[in-house]
């Protein structure tokens, strides 16, 4: 199946929770990033066109800040192909401050692969 995709991902060699601020509970486990989304990992399918406002924590290498936060909507998702007990989840990025935004930016510049 080809790759729809117009702006290329980057794989992220961090390990870094997204959580929902509503509930404080992980969404997901960061794997894929690029400039206007993100493929995470998680343990249960989530609905298509789903909006969730999320939070990251953050290092010192990237942020004096805590957190940084987001919205974003669930664009796919499917089962993994070796770990039949996980999902793979792509999101649109669909609303971040500018300064969250330039530091999602570097996330990607220093963990981006």
Same mark, same amino acid.
Request: glycine fraction near 4%; proline fraction near 6%.
């Given at each position: 199946?080809?790759? /729809?995709? /117009?702006?290329? #991902? ?6 870094? #929770? ?9 969404? &997901? ?6 400039? /206007? &989304? ?10 298509? &066109? ?37 999902? #793979?989840? &792509? ?14 930016? #570097? ?7």
């Amino acid at each position: 199946m080809p790759d /729809k995709r /117009k702006i290329p #991902r980057k794989k992220f060699a961090f390990y870094m #929770r997204v959580l929902d601020d509503n509930t404080d509970q992980t969404v &997901g486990h960061l794997v894929e990033v690029s400039v /206007k &989304g993100m493929r995470l990992e998680t343990t249960a399918p989530l609905p298509l &066109g789903q909006e969730y406002n999320v939070h990251m924590e953050l290092t010192p290498d990237v942020s004096d800040k805590l957190f940084m936060f987001a919205s974003i909507r669930t664009k796919w998702c499917k089962t993994d192909d070796i770990m039949p007990n996980l999902y #793979r989840v &792509g999101f649109e990025i669909i609303n971040m401050s500018p300064h969250d935004y330039e530091i999602y930016q #570097r996330l990607l510049e220093i963990y981006g692969e």
